[in-house]
T-cell receptor, first 112, second 115 residues
Framework: QQQVKQSPQSLIVQKGGISIINCAYE??????FPWYQQFPGKGPALLIA?????SEKKEGRFTISFNKSAKQFSLHIMDSQPGDSATYFC???????????FGQGTTLQVKP | ETGVTQSPTHLIKTRGQQVTLRCSSQ?????VSWYQQALGQGPQFIFQ???????GRGNFPPRFSGLQFPNYSSELNVNALELDDSALYLC??????????????FGEGSRLTVL
């Protein structure tokens, strides 16, 4: 019940295309859903986050779509660029527990 | 404003040994969390410290222990190392007590190899 399942494991997209990564969770007590981006040799960095009271959040080329009834959320990267090539992790937590549950990660490669 | 710094960046130990990893949190942050990231996996929560006290722990055995100091820096100690402890250990600091209300800022990690 504490798991966050992420798919696909890897993704190859052409430059300018749309990258879509999906996550699903079981614990309905989760109320904070961030996405982290990790480059090789670096720690994860927060990309964008959403709370379940909204269905969509957009920041630049990055959008989170959230479906509370299906317990699913996804990251859309519009106009994907080679610089977006990285590993992306979805995560979930219950407020104030200090414990992020991460998905398994998606390795994105954007081809020029 | 300095970011989260971790030391050492890489280290090699043998089974049964003990290791101490260190983390300096971002300026002004009072909460430090530690995560273990095995190769090809997502980070797994080990524990969190808020104002020098443990504030939540993941599914890790007691041989994983930690400390937070008055300046909010932190240590992760692992005793009786096992081969499966080989991983990247990430430290993250934040300004509020729970990660649900504040962004986590990660360091670049300490890569531990256990032989």
């Amino acid at each position: 019940q504490q798991q966050v399942k992420q798919s696909p494991q890897s993704l190859i997209v052409q430059k300018g295309g749309i990258s879509i990564i999906n996550c699903a969770y079981e614990n309905t007590a989760f109320d904070y859903f961030p996405w982290y981006q990790q480059f090789p040799g670096k720690g994860p960095a927060l990309l964008i986050a959403i709370r379940p009271d909204v269905s969509e959040k957009k920041e630049g080329r990055f959008t989170i779509s959230f479906n509370k009834s299906a317990k699913q959320f996804s990251l859309h990267i519009m106009d994907s660029q080679p610089g977006d090539s990285a590993t992306y992790f979805c995560a979930a937590s219950i407020a104030n527990t200090g414990k992020l549950i991460f998905g398994q990660g998606t390795t994105l490669q954007v081809k020029p | 404003e300095t970011g989260v710094t971790q030391s050492p960046t890489h280290l090699i130990k043998t089974r049964g040994q003990q290791v101490t990893l260190r983390c300096s949190s971002q300026s002004g942050h009072n909460t430090v969390s530690w995560y273990q990231q095995a190769l090809g996996q997502g980070p797994q929560f080990i524990f969190q410290y808020y104002r020098e006290e443990e504030n939540g722990r993941g599914n890790f055995p007691p041989r994983f222990s930690g400390l937070q100091f008055p300046n909010y820096s932190s240590e992760l100690n692992v005793n009786a190392l096992e081969l499966d402890d080989s991983a990247l250990y990430l430290c993250a600091s934040s300004l509020v007590k729970g990660s649900g209300t504040g962004e986590l800022f990660f360091g670049e990690g300490s890569r531990l190899t256990v032989l």
